[in-house]
């Protein structure tokens, strides 16, 4: 911005006329038109005197870079005042502004406002469901408690993002759109403000050939107090707000970037994995370029986000090279892969896989009273061995006995019964894996190393047998049925049911109940397809 044209905003807004400030500097409005036309400029001393009378500095003044006269006299003001003055330019401009309106083009003005508000609104909605489903697909081996955790914490991230960024846009546009023609209209000298309506020229380009003028009427019974002139006016506390969403973006940007770590972290450890690998297959082969450049794509996309949040310049020309020759051998890998994979043969089963079977012996005091219980009950079998004395009772994993390492139990007590529950982990030690895994894969085996938790089978003499189904009934609905082999108990229910405010206890081994003097129980048995179900009633007898 030249001279003279600061000149005239510096005039104008300590509300000097051409003749007074002629009159203070001691020349003539001549010289001072002169000036403000940038014909001429003043001596060095009437500078000085102008720099002095408007509290500004020569250089900022006489330097043409210097664009924003707003920010001249704001040298000696801290930020916060800045921003606070700026927005209460920003406030006072905007009631000036409507003031002086028509109730037609107030009207205009809100309207383009709402539907530019609707738009954001809908706009909004879609970015924030996307950017939440691609972020959290990331996350998704998370435990449900903290992915949700997660989930909360990425939601309001965004959409306070997504919410300041629009109030931004919003403000923006009211700006561009009425405040800035409103100092355009406010500083046309060649208006009459007494008199005359202000005139808006908003010119809007259709099929880059044609060019209209509309007209945005004013209502003049009154001036505005304040009139900001400089039409590139950009408020202090809009500047302010973009850097907290930008800060908030870079922060977020940054948090993208340690996924991008962890994936770089992975694809270098997949890499170490598959060249150790490559003596079986040309498969690992391509697995290892593939691998090689997708490391290199995840490298270049850290490097472009680490460079976006230090505002470092990026060479999008030799990232794209470098993205494509990553692309070239990820596609060369999938292609020797592909030839690769053809070696090899699949398997369903789990021949061939060395391991052994468990059982465990109960201890011989706990027959009397004991329900056996599986953790996750999907049923179990007794089998009968009438060769077993009455004190003896086995129990043993089944189904992919190979994979069987170890049966875990624990014991409870509940309603006077003894109950023990079961859990036969299926699994093959780490050692165990690595050598059957590298003899399928010099043989050119593929398999599934899974095998699900097996299943329990109970082994005793008949006489136990049903003992062990009789204590069962005592606390559960059983669902059972004889078998060529034994018995076959398929699920248990929920039998007994209390309801009491006072204490009470149940014994299933007799069928007794006990409560407080001060308690009255009742107790009602109801018919159900596998048994009886017993409800119990308990209040004090005050209640």
């Known amino acids: 911005m030249k001279f003279g044209d600061k000149l005239i905003l510096l005039r104008k807004k300590n509300g000097l006329s051409q003749e007074e400030l002629a009159s203070k500097l001691n020349v003539s409005r001549q010289s001072v038109s002169k000036w403000e036309s940038n014909n001429t400029y003043p001596e060095t001393d009437k500078i000085i005197q102008i720099c002095n009378l408007f509290d500004c500095r020569m250089d900022d003044l006489i330097n043409d870079k210097v664009n924003d006269i707003e920010q001249i006299d704001r040298k ?145 019974n009154k001036e505005p107090k304040i009139i900001i002139r400089d039409k590139h006016t950009t408020f202090a506390f809009l500047t302010t707000l973009s850097k907290i969403i930008v800060g908030i973006f870079k922060a977020f940007v940054a948090v993208v970037s340690c996924c991008f770590v962890g994936t770089l972290v992975s694809i270098v450890a997949l890499l170490v994995v598959s060249v150790f690998l490559s003596k079986y297959s040309i498969l690992f082969v391509g697995a290892d370029i593939g691998l090689i450049g997708i490391g290199i794509i995840n490298v270049i996309i850290l490097i472009c986000l680490t460079y976006f949040i230090v505002n470092k310049k990026i060479d999008f020309k030799k990232c794209f090279f470098a993205i494509l020759s990553s692309l070239v051998a990820v596609g060369l890998g999938i292609g020797l892969g592909a030839i690769g994979i053809t070696e090899f043969s699949f398997k369903d089963d789990i021949d061939g896989i060395k391991g052994n079977n468990v059982s465990k012996e109960l201890e011989k005091d706990v027959v009397s009273n004991l329900v056996i219980d599986v953790h996750d009950m999907e049923g179990y079998t ?122 009470m206890e149940y014994d299933a081994r007799n069928g007794e109940y006990s409560y407080d003097d001060n308690c009255v129980c009742t107790k009602e048995v109801r018919m159900a397809p596998n048994g009886e179900l017993i409800d119990f009633d308990c209040k004090y007898k005050d209640e």
Request: charged share 25%; proline share 0%.
């Open 76 to 220: 000696s003001k801290n930020n916060l005042a800045i921003v606070f003055d700026s927005f209460l330019e920003f406030v006072i401009k905007t009631i000036n502004m409507f003031s002086s309106m028509k109730f037609t083009s107030i009207l205009k003005c809100v309207v383009e406002l709402g539907i530019l508000i609707l738009i954001l609104f809908v706009c909004g909605l879609i970015i924030s469901s996307v950017c939440i489903n691609v972020i959290m697909d990331l996350v998704g081996f998370l435990s449900r408690d903290f992915y949700y955790s997660i989930y909360n914490i990425v939601q309001a991230i965004i959409e306070i993002v997504l919410i300041c960024f629009s109030g931004i846009i919003v403000v923006h546009v009211f700006k561009i759109r009425y405040l800035d023609f409103y100092d355009k209209a406010l500083n046309d000298e060649n208006t009459n403000f007494n008199k005359q309506d202000l005139v808006e020229e908003n010119s809007a380009k259709s099929n880059k050939s044609e060019k209209e003028n509309n007209k945005v009427q004013f209502n003049t």
């Open 382 to 503: 007794i089998r009968i061995d009438n060769s077993m004395s009455d004190d003896i009772i086995k129990v043993v994993g089944i189904n992919h006995e190979k994979f069987f390492k170890k049966i875990n139990s624990w014991s409870s007590t509940d309603y006077g019964m003894r109950i023990y529950s079961f859990h036969n982990s299926s699994y093959l030690e780490f050692n165990e894996f690595i050598n059957v895994l590298n003899n399928d894969l010099e043989n050119k085996i593929f398999r599934s190393y899974y095998s699900p938790d097996g299943k329990i089978e109970i082994v005793c003499n008949e006489k136990i047998a049903k003992k062990l189904i009789d204590n069962a009934k005592k606390i559960y609905l059983v669902d059972y049925e004889k078998t060529d082999y034994g018995y076959k108990v398929n699920s248990y229910e929920q039998k007994i049911y209390l309801d009491y405010s006072c204490e």
